[in-house]
């Protein structure tokens, strides 16, 4: 398994720098995207993050489908891609592409 590839011009880095884990096990990608992409256990984490679901996400992410679960509540999304995402220790950002 690997991960999809990121081109440097991605309207969002989410998918390749973190997931969410609920207190029940099931992995999600951001707040804006409710979509399970996982359940820990049993699969492991590496599972998860290289995957079909996490994966599918990614290519619907370079490709500005966003047709994996990512809506319109999510500012990427609503901008069609106009804005990207950064996340830094005191959150998550978004600016103009
Ligand atoms: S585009 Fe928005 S909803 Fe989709 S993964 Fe990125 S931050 Fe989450």
């Known amino acids: 398994m690997s991960v999809v590839e990121k081109p440097d011009d991605?309207?969002?880095h989410i998918p390749?720098?973190?997931m969410m884990i609920s207190t029940g096990g099931t992995v999600h990608?951001?707040?804006?995207?409710?979509?399970p992409l996982g359940h820990v256990p049993p699969q492991t984490f590496e599972e998860v993050w290289e995957g079909d679901e996490f994966n599918?996400?990614?290519k619907s992410i370079v490709d500005?489908?966003?047709d994996r679960g990512c809506t319109d509540s999510c500012p990427i999304v609503s901008s069609r891609g106009i804005l990207k995402?950064?996340?830094s220790s005191s959150g998550l950002?978004?600016?103009r592409r």
């Open 85 to 87: 995402s950064s996340i």
């Open 10 to 12: 991605a309207a969002c």
């Open 64 to 66: 500005q489908t966003f």
């Open 29 to 35: 990608v951001c707040c804006y995207n409710v979509r």
């Open 93 to 95: 950002h978004y600016e």
């Open 16 to 18: 390749w720098l973190r």
């Open 56 to 58: 599918a996400l990614r």
